[in-house]
């Protein structure tokens, strides 16, 4: 069992998960099994870590910036590592309070996509150690590829006829480019 069951374990503590990380009530969220999250889900499912919400700063509907790198890269949410998300989303965040508009261009000039020693997982690696948006990342995260959740209903934006708005993100496991 993973260090993150404990959020998510009963039908309160999903609500009070729910709550703390301000999921809307029209996405709904279960906790998954490993075997579960290795099935392909369809395209109005998501699989992703639940340490992706916990410390990767994913909030739901998910960022522009973090479906355009995904949907760049060619990865599911399931694919990258919880600094992956640190990254993208304190780029975002950046983006927010200071005005700031970088995006993928910046992303890729100073960070290059790596796989970890397992070739299961993909994390953005500094070019430069002296050029970095993101500082003071974990150093690992094992353990924290155990908890999954399934994510369903308004995680991407779509318009009126149902259509997803903007960068269309892969779902099932891929191969980067």
Same mark, same amino acid.
């Given at each position: 069992?993973?260090?993150? &069951?404990?959020?998510?374990?009963?039908?309160?503590?999903?609500?009070?998960? +729910? $709550?703390?990380? +301000?999921?809307?009530?029209?996405?709904?969220?279960?906790?998954?099994?490993?075997?579960?999250?290795?099935? =392909?889900?369809?395209?109005?499912?998501? #699989?992703?870590?639940?340490?992706?919400?916990?410390?990767?700063?994913?909030?739901?509907?998910?960022?522009?910036?973090? !479906?355009?790198?995904?949907?760049? @890269? !060619?990865?599911?949410?399931?694919?990258? =590592?919880?600094?992956?998300?640190?990254?993208?989303?304190?780029?975002?965040?950046?983006?927010?309070?200071?005005?700031?508009?970088?995006? /993928?261009?910046?992303? #890729? #000039? /100073?960070? =290059?996509? $790596? &796989?970890? +020693?397992?070739?299961?997982? @993909?994390? /953005? +690696?500094?070019?430069? $150690? !002296?050029? &970095?948006?993101?500082?003071?990342?974990? %150093? =690992?995260?094992?353990? %924290?590829?155990? %908890?999954? /959740?399934?994510?369903?209903?308004?995680?991407?934006? &779509?318009?009126? %006829?149902?259509?997803?708005?903007?960068?269309?993100?892969?779902?099932?496991?891929?191969?980067?480019?």
């Amino acid at each position: 069992m993973g260090r993150f &069951r404990r959020y998510c374990n009963t039908p309160q503590t999903m609500a009070d998960f +729910k $709550s703390r990380y +301000k999921i809307p009530d029209n996405i709904a969220t279960e906790l998954a099994l490993v075997d579960a999250v290795r099935e =392909s889900p369809g395209n109005d499912t998501l #699989h992703i870590l639940i340490v992706a919400v916990i410390e990767g700063g994913v909030r739901f509907p998910l960022a522009p910036l973090l !479906r355009q790198v995904l949907a760049f @890269y !060619r990865l599911s949410p399931m694919q990258v =590592s919880a600094n992956f998300f640190c990254v993208v989303m304190g780029i975002n965040t950046l983006n927010q309070m200071l005005g700031t508009s970088l995006g /993928l261009h910046d992303i #890729h #000039h /100073l960070y =290059s996509i $790596s &796989r970890t +020693k397992d070739a299961l997982t @993909y994390y /953005l +690696k500094s070019r430069d $150690s !002296r050029r &970095r948006l993101v500082l003071e990342l974990p %150093d =690992s995260a094992r353990g %924290d590829d155990d %908890d999954f /959740l399934i994510v369903t209903g308004n995680f991407v934006p &779509r318009n009126e %006829d149902g259509r997803v708005i903007g960068f269309h993100m892969p779902h099932r496991f891929c191969t980067p480019h």
